[in-house]
């Protein structure tokens, strides 16, 4: 098992910036590649970046290419991802997720382990 607690949500006007991070613990977190996904109100749940087990390799969703970025530190247990220049439309609530695969996957089912979500609203 492995368990993930997100954090660093709230509320933040329009071009701003937010860091949200997940601590995980349970299983060695270097032998899961991490996700962020978000859902918003009548929405389905949504990639929008992922990391390699060793930081080395990261995706991101067109919609938040060049304004997010996603990071670990495997020494503590962390990813984190650093999110700049806000819009309203993301507005949502993240979710990290852990994935055994070596680089992660687009698709929520390819994810074993979930957090429990922090909510991230954007002001206009």
């Known amino acids: 098992q492995v368990q993930l607690v997100e954090s660093g949500g709230g509320l933040v006007q329009a071009g701003g910036s937010l860091r949200l991070s997940c601590a995980a613990s349970g299983r060695t977190f270097s032998n899961y590649a991490m996700g962020w996904f978000r859902q918003s109100p009548g929405k389905k749940r949504e990639f929008v970046a992922r990391i390699s087990r060793s930081g080395g390799v990261t995706y991101y969703a067109d919609s938040v290419k060049g304004r997010f970025t996603i990071s670990r530190d495997n020494a503590r247990n962390t990813v984190h991802l650093q999110m700049n220049n806000l819009k309203p439309e993301d507005t949502a609530v993240y979710y990290c997720?852990?994935?055994?695969?070596?680089?992660?996957?687009?698709?929520?089912?390819?994810?074993?382990?979930w957090g429990q979500g922090t909510q991230v609203t954007v002001s206009s």
């Open positions: 997720a852990a994935d055994s695969g070596l680089s992660g996957s687009y698709y929520e089912l390819d994810y074993a382990y």
